[in-house]
């Protein structure tokens, strides 16, 4: 399957002290590989000052464009703002905290030729006993209600052309329209590898979404996928 273009969408929500080093260290990736960048990034409704220096790199650098929300859409708003208005012929997500190194995106690049989706996890996280423990509880409640999962953990990476094929249905904020995809694609004629990754620690600030009342609103939207997601294959 042939590869020309790529699409970034850079996940902004108050990261004005993070944004332009990781979108300037997502641009120096993208100079090394053979592919037209495309660099979206989302604010999501920032009111910390991200979404002017946005504007700023994007008269800056050309490969890089903004969207803004007006408000904040979460999770779930910044995905569905991505999958309308990616360009490229494979598009991945990369947060704008710096947890995930922009070499990451070359890996998924070189995995995806012969697959229609790459999805990261990570063998090695170092993080607090609850912040585990919350993780293994969260999957486990998913495995209940949607059956077998594939390993993911972090980023992915997936052809637009699926945007067409595939009909996602998940509302609200957070990660049902990523789990639906995922799973609509791998229960479904496509092909579909898991590749580790690194994660490093944030550039500054704390995280948005790894605490309990995210996890939980997140549950609850899953319990609306399982109507809508095939069964496992055999």
Same mark, same amino acid.
């Given at each position: 399957?042939?590869?020309?273009?790529?699409?970034?969408?850079?996940?902004?929500?108050?990261?004005?002290?993070?944004?332009?080093?990781?979108?300037?260290?997502?641009?120096?990736?993208?100079?090394?590989?053979?592919?037209?960048?495309?660099?979206?990034?989302?604010?999501?409704?920032?009111?910390?000052?991200?979404?002017?220096?946005?504007?700023?790199?994007?008269?800056?650098?050309?490969?890089?464009?903004?969207?803004?929300?007006?408000?904040?859409?979460?999770?779930?708003?910044?995905?569905?703002?991505?999958?309308?208005?990616?360009?490229?012929?494979?598009?991945?997500?990369?947060?704008?905290?710096?947890?995930?190194? +922009?070499?990451?995106?070359? @890996?998924?690049?070189? =995995?995806?030729?012969?697959?229609?989706?790459? &999805? $990261?996890? !990570? #063998?090695?996280?170092?993080?607090? +006993?609850?912040?585990?423990? @919350?993780?293994?509880? =969260?999957?486990?409640?998913?495995?209940?209600? &949607? $059956?077998? !999962? #594939?390993?993911?953990?972090?980023?992915?990476?997936?052809?637009?052309?699926?945007?067409? =094929?595939?009909?996602?249905?998940?509302?609200?904020? $957070?990660?049902?329209?990523?789990?639906?995809?995922?799973?609509?694609?791998?229960?479904?004629?496509?092909?579909?590898?898991?590749?580790?990754?690194?994660?490093?620690?944030?550039?500054?600030?704390?995280?948005?979404?790894?605490?309990?009342?995210?996890?939980?609103?997140?549950?609850?939207?899953?319990?609306g996928l399982r109507d809508l997601i095939p069964r496992k294959r055999q």
């Amino acid at each position: 399957m042939r590869t020309e273009s790529i699409s970034v969408v850079v996940m902004t929500y108050d990261e004005v002290e993070n944004l332009e080093a990781v979108v300037r260290e997502l641009i120096e990736a993208l100079q090394g590989l053979p592919l037209e960048a495309d660099v979206l990034i989302v604010d999501d409704g920032s009111r910390d000052g991200s979404g002017e220096l946005a504007d700023r790199l994007a008269a800056e650098l050309p490969a890089v464009r903004v969207v803004h929300h007006g408000d904040n859409r979460a999770l779930g708003g910044v995905y569905r703002t991505g999958f309308a208005e990616a360009r490229g012929d494979v598009v991945t997500f990369l947060p704008a905290d710096g947890q995930f190194p +922009a070499d990451t995106i070359a @890996l998924f690049v070189e =995995e995806i030729d012969d697959c229609h989706m790459v &999805l $990261g996890y !990570l #063998p090695d996280r170092k993080s607090s +006993a609850v912040a585990k423990l @919350l993780s293994a509880a =969260e999957r486990q409640v998913y495995t209940l209600l &949607l $059956g077998p !999962l #594939p390993t993911f953990q972090g980023m992915m990476m997936f052809r637009r052309e699926l945007l067409d =094929e595939v009909v996602l249905e998940s509302q609200g904020r $957070g990660w049902a329209i990523v789990w639906e995809l995922i799973l609509k694609v791998d229960r479904g004629p496509y092909r579909v590898k898991s590749v580790p990754t690194k994660l490093r620690p944030r550039m500054s600030g704390h995280s948005k979404v790894n605490n309990l009342p995210t996890i939980l609103a997140n549950l609850k939207q899953v319990v609306g996928l399982r109507d809508l997601i095939p069964r496992k294959r055999q």
